[in-house]
């Protein structure tokens, strides 16, 4: 379930119009939340309000051994919050959690608010002060006194710099971390400092295709590309780190369905992972992944999957509405050639031989711009669908043949609360072993020899998280 | 301050400015929620009361 302060944080960068899928932190995010999907560990209650259009507060308990919790609040002035927030009573359930995530880093750029934001930017500059809008953030931990404080300022249309801090009341913790990324020009560059380690760091992701454009099996086609890369040093110790990833995302030429292919390679570790998820169909989405380390020769297979629910008595109006009106006209192309927009006044001023020529271009192209706008609308229609598919629960699930273990999460509403209970099982007993004889090296009054080897499978977490917001 | 040789600054200033740090982490610590919450009240137009910005429960 996601955090209510993360939400706040995705509604600024949407208002705001910053594409936070577009940099190489999350190139392989479709991927880890199919499969390394967060599970709650312990029974924890959030609590959040809304003070004003721009002021945020959150109370959250956890109940662990013993009671701890946090108090968090949270300050912007982005223009139209309310527009993009809503409490737990109205957000739906694939805006509470993460899904699979089709990453489109040009459609975001050539997306409807962008493009009016851009055309404000050039028409006058007040529009300039919509976009350079902060974010101040802080949570207080009980009963640790750890500070954690965040500020998001969007510097001007291509620079976001953000600032994270820790600190402990008794200056044992003290880390600061400062992020900057420019996108430009199809490309994301991120120059990164922590002071814990000292360590400065440096990522790219570069996008290939700028544009829909045409591909060889399918007439329209909307796949996207990346290219990205990380470099680190840690300055206090001289560690560096370094890798490397592919991304490509497409969608099924028949169904319309997305699915996207990710490759990643760490030199350094010689570690090489691949990814395949794939939303395969209303309601259900799977992913896999195969690691490989070309040193060990060790591998793991993972396996991800989703299946959304919902209500079968509630109608669901607003997907049967079609799209296949508004796309007609959307393609640009096709309203070149298409007869009720040709200007019949302009026929007397065109020579015979070029309306000929107007005419056997329309006749012979005209098949295919067909066939390009229907295969648009069914890929458009899959995304419209789900979005306002009225779900009540989600069941995820994950398994690694390596760790042998299986991870449930459940999340849904249930009056007007967000609930998100999860269980991670181990079937081995080699890790079980290694757990019991950690706690044994750790606790003196057992003896070394006094170990228990467990004989079925044990839940190892489990936890429940109940959320609600106004 | 431990980290600096001992010509650059002298042991008396090197305490002061680990003084002078140590009062503005412990500022810094504590009042960044109130300049957070300061920031809200002032910003927003129709200023809620206080209790409203504090309360995280929405009964309130």
């Not at chain 1, 705001?16 to 932190?25: A, G």
């Not at chain 2, 003084?19 to 002032?42: D, E, M, Q, R």
Request: hydrophobic share 35%; charged share 20%.
């Amino acid at each position: 379930m996601l955090d209510f302060m993360d939400y706040v944080l995705r509604a600024f960068e949407r208002s705001t119009s910053w594409n936070r899928d577009n940099n190489y932190e999350n190139i392989t995010v479709t991927s880890d939340t199919l499969i390394n999907f967060p599970i709650p560990t312990t029974f924890k209650f959030q609590s959040s309000d809304r003070a004003s259009n721009n002021t945020f507060n959150t109370l959250e308990i956890t109940a662990h051994k013993q009671v701890s919790g946090s108090l968090a609040y949270l300050y912007t002035d982005a223009i139209g919050m309310d527009k993009y927030i809503r409490g737990s009573q109205m957000r739906t359930l694939q805006d509470a959690t993460d899904t699979y995530r089709h990453i489109q880093p040009f459609f975001a750029k050539q997306s409807q608010d962008l493009s009016e934001v851009r055309n404000n930017l050039q028409s006058n500059n007040n529009a300039n002060n919509d976009i350079c809008r902060s974010l101040y953030y802080g949570r207080i931990y009980y009963p640790t006194s750890i500070l954690e404080a965040m500020v998001v300022k969007r510097i001007n249309f291509h620079n976001q710099l953000t600032i994270k801090s820790l600190s402990s009341a008794n200056n044992k913790l003290n880390v600061i971390f400062v992020n900057w990324q420019k996108y430009k020009n199809e490309n994301l560059q991120e120059l990164t400092f922590s002071s814990d380690g000292v360590l400065c760091g440096y990522r790219f992701l570069h996008n290939f295709m700028s544009s829909p454009s045409k591909f060889n099996s399918a007439l329209y086609n909307n796949a996207s590309f990346s290219m990205g890369g990380e470099m680190w040093l840690g300055l206090s110790t001289l560690t560096p780190g370094c890798s490397t990833s592919l991304r490509y995302c497409t969608h099924a030429a028949n169904t319309g369905r997305p699915l996207t292919l990710t490759l990643s390679w760490n030199p350094l570790f010689g570690h090489i992972s691949s990814t395949y998820s794939a939303r395969t169909s209303m309601s259900t989405t799977f992913a896999a992944r195969y690691d490989f380390n070309l040193y060990s020769t060790d591998s793991n297979l993972s396996f991800g999957c989703e299946f959304w629910r919902k209500n079968s008595t509630e109608s669901t109006d607003v997907n049967k509405t079609p799209l296949k009106e508004e796309n007609q006209n959307h393609h640009h192309v096709v309203s070149i050639f298409d007869e009720t927009d040709y200007n019949k006044n302009d026929e007397k001023n065109i020579p015979e031989k070029q309306i000929k020529l107007l005419n056997d271009i329309t006749h012979t192209f005209s098949s295919s711009l067909e066939q390009m706008d229907k295969e648009k609308s069914i890929i458009e229609d899959v995304e419209h669908k789900f979005n306002n598919e009225n779900f009540t629960n989600v069941w995820k699930m994950a398994t690694s043949l390596r760790d042998r273990n299986i991870r449930m999460l459940w999340e849904g509403k249930f009056k007007g609360f967000l609930l998100s209970a999860g269980t991670e099982i181990f079937l081995t007993r080699d890790y079980l072993n290694s757990v019991i004889r950690y706690i044994n090296q750790n606790d003196s009054t057992i003896n070394q020899t006094d170990t228990v080897t467990p004989k079925t499978p044990s839940p190892i977490s489990f936890g429940l998280t109940i959320q609600y917001s106004t | 301050m431990s980290f600096l040789p001992s010509f650059i600054l002298s042991d008396e200033s090197k305490e002061r400015l680990t003084k002078f740090f140590n009062l503005t982490h412990t500022v810094a610590h504590y009042g960044w929620i109130p300049f957070v919450l300061y920031l809200g009240w002032t910003q927003t137009a129709n200023k809620p009361n206080l209790l409203n910005l504090l309360s995280p429960l929405p009964s309130v």
